[in-house]
């Protein structure tokens, strides 16, 4: 089974830095990939990245290209987040994902929430 433990969020002003972690413990064939994807109130799940374990490559969502930057620590099994330049438009509830693919997710984090002031 896996379990994902995300944790990093918090407040922060616009133009700041926040890093988010997210703790695998239980990988298998079918969690090779990492993600980070966010929720806003009333809204849809959207993508933000995506990283593989096996070849580390990423994928980005247009959002945060040039601003967030995915990492994984395989001795961890953590994957980081580090968000550059925040918007008060990054603000929803960030969620931890693991699956197959760098687009496909079956397990979940319980998520964290990030707050950007204007």
């Known amino acids: 089974q896996v379990q994902l433990v995300e944790s990093g969020g918090g407040l922060v002003q616009a133009g700041g830095s926040l890093r988010l972690s997210c703790a695998q413990s239980?990988?298998?064939?079918?969690?090779?990939?990492m993600g980070w994807l966010r929720q806003a109130p009333g809204e849809e799940r959207r993508f933000v990245a995506a990283i593989s374990w096996s070849d580390g490559m990423t994928t980005y969502a247009d959002s945060g290209k040039g601003r967030f930057t995915i990492s994984r620590d395989n001795a961890k099994n953590t994957v980081n987040l580090q968000m550059n330049s925040l918007k008060p438009e990054d603000t929803p509830v960030y969620y931890c994902?693991?699956?197959?693919?760098?687009?496909?997710?079956?397990?979940w984090g319980q998520g964290t929430q990030v707050a950007v002031s204007s």
């Open positions: 239980g990988r298998t064939f079918s969690s090779d990939a």
């Open positions: 994902a693991a699956g197959p693919s760098r687009r496909i997710f079956n397990y």
